[in-house]
């Protein structure tokens, strides 16, 4: 089985001044602006890390869900925030690390064996396979 998803940018003009705007083809996304501002300052718009840290979040979620549904656990709830790190390296920038932090909510889960499936979802999310960066992760249950 094979899934290609598709999405495209827009750029006008030039890198400080210029702006963007991304779309994706299931319309979630339609023209949504992006530009120098909103990716180093505070402008408004989306970023390139932000998108990609929303797709770490989601795809580490899915993931988690799956692999305690293999484990015999249903969580009632999964809520993960991924901070995704852009720093200044030499004379360009690289994304450096993702950091997600997970809190689950699963009626009969023991502290241990939750980190053990977090942590094998955290390495089998197709987005953490194809991130080369640092990633780390924090995760709990929820009381």
Known sequence: MMTVK?????WK??????????????????EAPYGFKSRFEDGKGTNPEELI?????????????MMLGQ???TPDRIE???????EKIGEGFEITASHLRVV???RVASEERFQEVANRAKEGCPVS???????????????
Do not use: N, P
């Open 13 to 30: 003009g030039s890198i400080k001044e210029g702006e963007g705007t991304i779309s994706t083809e299931t319309g979630v996304l339609k």
């Open 53 to 65: 840290a929303a797709a770490h979040a989601a795809c580490f979620s899915m993931a988690l869900s």
């Open 6 to 10: 598709k999405a495209w940018a827009i």
């Open 129 to 143: 396979k194809l991130l080369k960066a640092k990633i780390t992760m924090d995760a709990r249950l929820a009381e």
């Open 80 to 86: 993960t925030h991924a901070e995704v790190t852009l």
């Open 104 to 106: 689950a909510k699963i």
């Open 71 to 73: 484990a015999g656990l």
